[in-house]
T-cell receptor
């Protein structure tokens, strides 16, 4: 168990809908990362927050947004969902923000868009 | 820019034989390199990491990797495969000196272990 929790584990929804994925980092970790794992794109970095502030953006669509709250949990919001958004979404956390630091991954949320 | 290439999408070995999973990286800056493992329907677990110390890195479950700057490689090895090693393995790079810790993943190598 990495100490990172994600809810829900599974999510099934329809095209055009909006969903929210939730992540709680390990105790004491200030940095949260979101990754998307799909069959065609592999594992891709979406976005990073550090102590409530956005630190880096990757290949995140404009329909997607995220935030980190004062208690350090994070939410990833996906809107106007398309079939291609079906994927496994991972959250990871680390103590600090810089490169070279180990990231601890949650079990993921599997999103299916029908 | 940073990138990672895993040279084999699928590797099959017999239980008790050595494992070699190959990874080449590209980085404009001093890289940090990781190997993560993903078992079916599970999250990602760190096997080992290289940051700047010893070039031969030992990880969990008997795995190790050697950083070779001249070859830009970071291959993962294990002397003797176990059935429980069957999983997806990812070679990962990040910029050591950057202020963001985003990870760049390779495409993954599926390790099959035959009895």
């Amino acid at each position: 168990d990495s100490g990172v929790t994600q809810t829900p584990k599974h999510l099934i929804t329809a095209t055009g809908q909006r969903v929210t994925l939730r992540c709680s980092p390990r105790s004491g970790d200030l940095s949260v990362y979101w990754y998307q794992q799909s069959l065609d794109q592999g594992l891709q970095f979406l976005i990073q927050y550090y102590n409530g502030e956005e630190r880096a953006k990757g290949n995140i669509l404009e329909r997607f947004s995220a935030q980190q709250f004062p208690d350090l949990h994070s939410e990833l919001n996906l809107s106007s969902l398309e079939l291609g958004d079906s994927a496994l979404y991972f959250c990871a956390s680390s103590a600090v923000s810089g490169g070279g630091n180990e990231q601890f991954f949650g079990p993921g949320t599997r999103l299916t868009v029908l | 820019a940073q990138s990672v290439t895993q040279l084999d999408s699928h590797v099959s070995v017999s239980e008790g034989t050595p494992v070699l999973l190959r990874c080449n990286y590209s980085s404009s800056y001093s890289p940090s390199l990781f190997w993560y493992v993903q078992h079916p329907n599970k999250g990602l677990q760190l096997l080992l990491k290289y940051t700047s110390a010893a070039t031969l890195v030992k990880g969990i479950n008997g795995f190790e990797a050697e950083f070779k700057k001249s070859e830009t490689s970071f291959h993962l090895t294990k002397p003797s495969a176990h059935m429980s090693d069957a999983a997806e393995y990812f070679c990962v790079v990040s910029v050591r000196s950057g202020n963001t810790g985003k990870l760049i993943f390779g495409q993954g190598t599926t390790l099959q272990v035959k009895p």
